[in-house]
């Protein structure tokens, strides 16, 4: 006898990169699976968030080499950007990659259902459908659920982003204009990437961070060189900054406001025709029944072990509502891994410090593994080998040489414990420092993988050898 229409295997809450990888692990694995998204399939990532912000950085970033074209031999004239077809391609690849995810969900026999769910219990979920039914729902029954139910962006505390002229990375993400001048406010990978676009489309950015370094999160080695990089393009880095929120005037006249520095430095007017607030986002846990659960949320993010469950049986939780990383890949990691511990395939539990971070501004930073500060805050004995792209004949060759590939290993038993990367196509190149963390690799072996010649790839070699001061080529 078939299964009643409402009656899943699993039912997936959020339909973004996490939610649809794992609702098509899932239908692999056999399971009757329901995806149940308020919006379009894809989420965040998909429609505002990694697809068309790199979109947007691949044309800044070809607009950068058109305007050095005259350094490989080549007359290109006079080049600039069209911000409205830059946008028309956007909205083109979005929906090409929207129709590759319908068809997969065909493929996969997953049913979608289009409206707002929300949990009455830990495995019901009861969905306002949004399929011009006006007013229709339906109660879905499940042996397991999983919450993928997103992020959304953070403002700082006294600033109310209108969409306009103060604006959060989901506003600034759809819009068709450039700004004469812009304020960033938060320099992790969302602020220095629109900070990077935006200057390359020659927008006058100023970019606004608390703490002492540009992306904070990553090696500070990394940050400095951003820095450097971004000064040298015209970008103006405010660092150590306590922007007064209480000062801030937002008109059609622009934008301005009183930043203090945090180190006891002079008081400074920042004004610019835009702000961007970039300063984080926050999970979206409330409205979708968790107080029908016991599913625990501890400081805004629901509380997982490894295994993505909850403290809520047959529920599980993936991607940004969870903490952790932040990242589309994150998510869909995570999501296969809560489908294979539903299906009883015992995964390897989710272990962050192997997932590889990348962020896409100009240059590129990409990173795996622990940072040298996280290394002598733990009292881990440690070798740093590192690779400038200077030294690269393949980056001289690409007329992108800024930064270097470090890495950093193990004392005692040579075993590489952090890959940190900032320069051309790194974002490319980082997998394979995954690949040795996952491998629990020694630098040697990184040292002698053979790698092909000219290549980028060679600088993971060529660090790897400088742990042990055997470096070839620098």
Known sequence: MDAPSDTFDLVVLGGGTGGYTA?????????????????????????????????????????????????????????????????????????????GLLSLVRKNHVELIHGIGRLEGPTSVRVSLDDGHEGGERLLKAVNVILATGSRPRSLPGIEPDGRVVMTSDDIVASDRVPSSLIVVGAGAVGVEFASFYRDLGTEVTLVEYLPSLVPLEDAEVGRTLERSFRRRGITVVTNARLDTASLVANEAGVTVMVDSASGGERRELHAERMLVATGRAANTSGIGLESTDVEVVAGVVKVDPLMRTHEEHVFAIGDMVGGLLLAHAAA??????????????????????????????????????????????????????????????????????????????????????????????????????????????????????????????????????????????
């Not at 593994?369 to 290394?375: A, F, I, S, V």
């Open 23 to 99: 609702a098509f692990r899932a239908s692999q694995l056999g399971l009757r699976t329901a995806l149940v998204e308020a919006g379009a399939i894809g989420g965040t990532c998909l429609h505002r968030g990694c697809i068309p912000t790199k979109v947007m950085l691949e044309s800044a970033d070809l607009l950068a080499r058109m305007r050095d074209a005259a350094t490989f031999g080549l007359r290109a004239g006079d080049v600039g950007a069209d911000m409205i077809a830059i946008a028309a391609r956007r909205s083109e690849i979005v929906k090409r990659l929207t129709g």
């Open 333 to 474: 990691h995570e999501g296969i891994v809560a489908v294979e511990t539903i299906a009883g395939l015992a995964p390897q539990p989710v272990d962050y410090n192997v997932m590889p971070r990348a962020t896409y501004c100009r240059p590129q930073i990409a990173s795996v593994g622990r940072t040298e500060e996280e290394l002598k805050r733990d009292g881990v004995p440690y070798v740093s080998g590192r690779f400038p792209w200077l030294a690269s004949a393949k980056a001289v060759i690409g007329g992108d040489h800024e930064g270097f590939a470090k890495i950093l290993s193990s004392t005692a038993t040579d075993q590489v414990l952090g890959v940190h990367l900032i320069g051309p196509h790194v974002t490319d190149l980082v997998s394979e420092g995954a690949l040795a963390l996952i491998l629990a690799a020694d630098a040697s072996v990184l040292a002698h993988t053979v790698h092909p010649h000219p290549s980028l790839s060679e600088a993971l070699a060529e660090a790897a050898m400088a742990v042990s001061g055997q470096s070839i080529n620098a």
